[in-house]
């Protein structure tokens, strides 16, 4: 069956109504199904549109083809992480710098768990794309414009390699399938890292430099 035409790029609509939320939230749920029932192998977009309750024109309205649903859904889980990130950010003179660091190590690690095929799925579609940076940009800038005891102001070289260290660490625990994802273990390992880079780059004779 031919495919219906599409909507110029530069004239999909943009969700402003509840309705039109609700549709794109919709299209985006049914994607995350398809992904974790049968892999990026199963999703089209009138498998999209079917799961969705929507007609193919109305996916079309939002959405090009099912790499801009793929992107779209790689934002929706790094804006909920971020959210995370954000709540831990939060002043708390009580914690140590060590469960702070804990905290956003494991805010990131909620963004993997759960739906691991799916989400190993749209890790595969946004590398395809040439979009690494979708995966890791938004925490780097993060990191940048967040302070605490446990972050300190890092230069933008510091930034770069800390949150490429453990989002890469993370992103491949993803691609490989490892079991461990979900284990305290992967958590502290994490955890180790950050704190060692953090302590060695904030040490006196690293600032002297």
Do not use: W
């Amino acid at each position: 069956m031919a495919r219906p035409a599409q909507v110029p790029a530069n004239k999909r609509r943009i969700p402003r109504q509840a309705r039109a939320a609700e549709t794109v939230e919709a299209i985006l749920e049914a994607t995350a199904q398809i992904l974790e029932a049968g892999g990026l192998a199963a999703l089209t977009t009138n498998a999209v549109a079917a799961r969705a309750g929507v007609s193919i024109g109305t996916l079309y309205q939002y959405f090009d083809d099912k790499n801009a649903i793929l992107l779209a859904l790689a934002r929706r889980e790094m804006a909920a992480t971020l959210g995370r990130l954000a709540r831990e950010a939060l002043p708390a003179a009580e914690r140590s710098p060590e469960d702070r660091v804990r905290a956003a190590v494991r805010a990131t690690l909620d963004a993997f768990r759960g739906r691991m095929r799916a989400r190993k799925a749209v890790v595969q579609a946004i590398l395809a794309q040439g979009l690494a940076v979708e995966l890791v940009g938004p925490v780097a800038s993060f990191m940048a414009g967040h302070r605490s005891a446990a972050m300190p102001n890092l230069t933008r070289e510091q930034v770069f390699v800390l949150s490429r260290a453990l989002m890469g660490t993370i992103r491949a625990a993803v691609m490989e399938e490892q079991p461990f994802l979900r284990s305290a273990a992967f958590e502290d390992e994490l955890v180790r890292l950050a704190l060692a880079y953090l302590g060695a780059v904030t040490a006196p004779s690293a600032a002297a430099r």
